[in-house]
């Protein structure tokens, strides 16, 4: 099999233990490109956290962010789709995880015209939400308010849970509002419309191309990167993957910090 396109998630994936694109990686990725592959990121970040991305590779993909509800043209900085939860559904999803998981924090992703959009924030949180990582980009504003607002992403936050176990709570209540998943450990959940997945965002990126799912690789490591792992004609999980991802994908590579995906790249581009 030669790839005619490379979907690859970023944070531990991609990206090195330290969040570095290493020399080999972005060597093995400019040569799939020079030799006509098409190249693109799948990640359940936002697209204004692509930019350092693109800067470390190189070269300026389609994104598909925030796991597939955005799709996000980093060459020209456009947000070219979003799929959004409405504030009906946001509503009951935040009515659902209060109740099951009481304590919990509540933040929502949002997008504009660009990665950059200042017309509203991006990233809003309900009072007291405690970040999974490092946020500058955070709003606090009231519950109402958070929630009146179309957005491509819930995120539901318990500070010392499991994400595992969070996951495993919400899903029996959540199933017909939204679909859920998560990329850390960290006690944090990512809800996005029902239906939408990175494999979904992988695919609309290949409909105008004539590509079908036998011609991608993809490259992931967490729950969330599952179903373009399944989907794809080939799914590489990382070394480091979660036990679900590993199970999931067609081979196993070595991990992010050891330039598992270039090895796997290698193989067709040296």
């Not at 796991?67 to 947000?79: C, E, F, H, M, Q």
């Not at 009906?88 to 990665?115: F, H, M, N, Q, S």
Request: charged share 20%.
């Amino acid at each position: 099999m030669l790839p005619a396109l490379i979907a690859t998630d970023v944070d531990g994936t991609l990206l090195d233990t330290h969040e570095r694109v290493t020399p080999r990686t972005r060597a093995a990725v400019q040569a799939a490109v020079a030799n006509g592959a098409k190249f693109v990121l799948a990640t359940g970040r936002p697209p204004r956290w692509i930019p350092p991305v693109v800067d470390a590779l190189g070269l300026a993909p389609m994104a598909v962010c925030a796991n597939g509800a955005v799709l996000y043209d980093s060459a020209t900085d456009r947000i070219v789709s979003a799929h959004t939860l409405s504030p009906d559904a946001l509503g009951e999803l935040a009515e659902i995880a209060t109740r099951v998981i009481p304590g919990v924090g509540l933040a929502v992703e949002r997008v504009g015209r660009t990665a950059f959009d200042e017309s509203m924030p991006q990233f809003a949180s309900s009072p007291g939400y405690e970040h999974a990582w490092h946020n500058p980009d955070n709003t606090e504003v009231s519950v109402e308010d958070m929630l009146s607002v179309p957005a491509v992403k819930l995120l539901i936050r318990k500070a010392g849970a499991h994400s595992a176990d969070l996951a495993a709570a919400l899903a029996p209540h959540i199933g017909v509002t939204g679909d859920l998943t998560y990329s850390t450990n960290n006690g944090l959940i990512e809800v996005v419309p029902l239906g939408i997945s990175k494999a979904t965002g992988v695919a609309e990126v290949i409909r105008p191309l004539g590509l079908t799912a036998e011609d991608v690789v993809t490259f992931g490591d967490m729950p969330n990167d599952i179903p373009m792992l399944a989907w794809a004609g080939l799914g590489v999980a990382m070394g480091n993957a979660h036990p679900e991802a590993l199970a999931a994908a067609d081979e196993v590579t070595t991990t992010n910090s050891d330039d598992g995906v270039a090895r796997v790249l290698e193989r067709w581009w040296l």
